[in-house]
């Protein structure tokens, strides 16, 4: 007699374990315990086989009949029940390991070693928050443009828009790692190219040539803290990004060569940038050395000297000197190179002098010490062009030949 649910329901286990017999195959296992499993009983191939239906309450009789029928039906079709099983699970494990996420991490490890450690884990935590908890699980060939594009919008409604292509560009650069190694056949980020939205191009306010005379002279006259007078001196005569400066380091600086060797992992583009010091750049760093050449950091905190210079000093002593919205510390990057263009000299020497990384990679491998001595001439002119200009007297443009 088929099984009913009253019957499967008041089952008691007994010192063995039997078998409740429903029809074509289905059965209820009982086990000494009080377990109880439904299994389907089939021959295939000229052997008996049998296969799991599921444990008894989570699967009722009707949904084990269902699964039985199911099997039946592959049976009728020349297919066994107990291998089509397993190609599904093989099959759902290779989608889970080459999911989003998965391939996404394996890529991370692969890149790592050639990242700075702070730039791999920003990479990470990027992923982590914004894309796994919507496409992670996902097949990575399985993902298309409309799916990445959802994941970016969310990204966009937090008005992050400027981060938000960082993420595509990541997301971009995966794609192709996963079409390397075989688990895509295509790269759906690059049809977003032109979707994103784009924020209004806002540029650091920057001092023009007129405007540096009056500066400087405020500059040389500042009567806040010695360290943030130093500081904008030497950002003045270096162009040095903040970040690269405040947190500079003594051994750095090469006092016989009268070069300054900013190590890879605190450039941007994480590669080694040397600046020719400037006779007026060594002044400076010689009258640093009483107040902190014993410390690790040129440029110590205020309130701790195994600290270096917090973040916004630099640009809290512009508004102080009343230039909130005539200069940043980053536009003396933007008035050094509009001026030395200006004045004649070579324009690849200054992209190298401000540590613009060079596309091509052949180019890039000399990128350290291109125009060295080209870069070190324009670096002293440019000091003594700054001096000449902070006692109010003109000077003449280089033409190509300071």
Not at 262 to 273: L, S, T
Request: proline share 4%; charged share 30%.
């Amino acid at each position: 007699m088929p099984l009913t649910d009253a019957a499967v329901r008041n089952t008691k286990p007994s010192k063995k374990a039997r078998k409740l017999f429903d029809a074509n195959g289905l059965y209820l296992e009982v086990a000494a315990s009080g377990g109880k499993w439904w299994r389907f009983k089939y021959r295939c191939g000229g052997k008996e086989k049998r296969i799991s239906l599921g444990v008894y309450p989570d699967v009722t009789l009707k949904d084990a009949r269902e699964r039985r029928d199911e099997a039946r039906k592959l049976l009728v079709n020349g297919i066994d029940p107990s291998e089509h099983r397993k190609a599904a699970e093989d099959a759902k494990a290779e989608r889970a390991a080459n999911s989003l996420e998965s391939v996404a991490r394996e890529w991370h490890e692969h890149k790592r070693p050639r990242w700075s450690e702070k730039h791999a884990v920003k990479v990470m935590q990027s992923l982590e928050a914004d894309v796994f908890p919507h496409v992670g699980k996902r097949p990575i060939a399985e993902i298309t443009a409309p799916e990445l594009l959802r994941v970016i919008r969310i990204i966009e409604n937090r008005d992050a828009l400027d981060y938000s292509h960082r993420v595509l560009q990541r997301i971009g650069m995966l794609f192709r790692y996963a079409i390397a190694s075989g688990r895509a056949s295509y790269n759906p980020a690059a049809d977003l190219k032109g979707a994103l939205k784009v924020r209004k191009a806002t540029h650091y306010a920057a001092l023009s040539h007129d405007d540096l005379p009056a500066f400087l002279h405020s500059l040389d006259n500042y009567e806040g803290h010695l360290l943030t007078r130093y500081g904008l001196q030497l950002i003045a005569l270096t162009f040095l990004r903040t970040a690269e400066l405040r947190t500079a380091e003594w051994h750095e600086i090469d006092f016989d060569r009268a070069e300054w060797r900013v190590p890879a992992k605190r450039m941007k583009m994480n590669h080694e940038h040397i600046v020719p010091l400037s006779t007026q750049a060594m002044d400076v760093l010689n009258a640093l050395r009483p107040i902190t050449g014993q410390y690790r950091y040129i440029f110590t905190g205020r309130n701790s000297t195994t600290r270096p210079m917090s973040e916004n000093t630099l640009l809290y002593a512009l508004y102080r000197m009343g230039y909130k919205r005539q200069a940043t510390v980053h536009g003396f990057r933007a008035t050094a190179s509009t001026i030395l263009n200006e004045s004649g000299f070579n324009r690849d020497a200054i992209e190298r002098q401000l540590a613009h990384v060079e596309g091509n990679k052949v180019r890039a491998a000399y990128h350290r010490s291109e125009y060295l001595d080209e870069r070190r001439t324009m670096m002293q002119w440019w000091a003594n062009y700054l001096g000449t200009l902070s006692r109010e007297v003109g000077v003449v443009p280089a033409n190509g030949n300071p």
